[in-house]
């Protein structure tokens, strides 16, 4: 499948990105490479190739939740330059700002 020049400014502009002219020629031919690619391997049967996200057969690897007690506040903010009822005080940094 061959793309064109327009099909890659289409794209681009989609993606928000400015591209040179240069660069517009090279996408070209790497998106039509990709695109030939994906309709040569369109010819093998899939039927019953159950997806996959990994070649590895790995499976979930997340630890179960454990039900700890916390840091004690005063030992949490014990370092902090500045703290107050059990918070850190950090700078303002956002502005207040009047509905339109």
């Known amino acids: 499948m061959d793309m ?3 099909d890659v400014e289409k794209v681009a502009k989609l993606a928000r ?14 998106l039509s490479q990709i695109l030939t690619h994906v309709e040569t391997l369109k010819q093998y049967d899939t039927t019953g190739v159950e997806p996959t996200a990994t070649v ?3 499976v979930n690897v997340f ?8 840091l004690p ?3 949490a903010v014990v370092n902090a330059p ?12 956002i502005e207040d700002r009047q509905p339109n």
């Open 4 to 6: 064109t020049k327009q």
């Open 17 to 30: 990105l400015a591209l040179t002219d240069i660069e517009k020629a090279a996408f070209t031919k790497q």
């Open 56 to 58: 590895l057969g790995q």
């Open 63 to 70: 630890r179960p939740d454990i039900v700890k007690p916390s």
């Open 73 to 75: 506040i005063d030992r």
């Open 82 to 93: 500045e703290s107050a009822d059990g918070f850190f005080v950090v700078p303002k940094i």
